[in-house]
C-alpha cells in the first residue's frame, strides 16, 4: 500500500528530518557539514522555501521549513537529498 501524500503547502511550517541508514555516521569531518551547508543554501536559492532553523548531527539532520509555495519543500527536499 502507498504512503498517504505528504502535505507541503504554502505557508504550512514543517520539520524534516533524515537520519543514516541504521543510524550510521553521515557527516564524518568538518568539511562535510560545510558542504552540505553549501548544498541547502544553493536549494534556497532554488526554490522558494524559507529556513527557520537547522541542526546537524554526525548521524542525522533537521530542518524547520515554511514552503512559500505549493510544493516547493519537496523540491527542496529532492535537490538536499539527491
Known amino acids: 500500500m502507498p504512503r498517504p501524500t505528504r502535505a507541503d503547502e504554502a505557508g504550512g511550517i514543517y520539520h524534516a528530518l533524515n537520519r ?4 550510521s555516521t553521515i557527516f564524518h569531518k568538518d568539511e562535510d557539514y560545510v558542504a552540505f551547508e553549501r548544498i541547502i543554501s544553493e536549494g534556497l536559492e532554488r526554490y522558494d522555501v524559507e529556513l527557520f532553523a537547522y541542526q ?26 539527491a
Open 20 to 23: 543514516g541508514n541504521a543510524r
Open 56 to 81: 546537524l548531527m554526525p548521524n542525522h539532520w533537521h530542518l524547520v521549513l515554511r514552503p512559500v509555495e505549493d510544493g516547493a519543500m519537496s523540491q527542496i527536499m529532492r535537490w538536499i537529498t
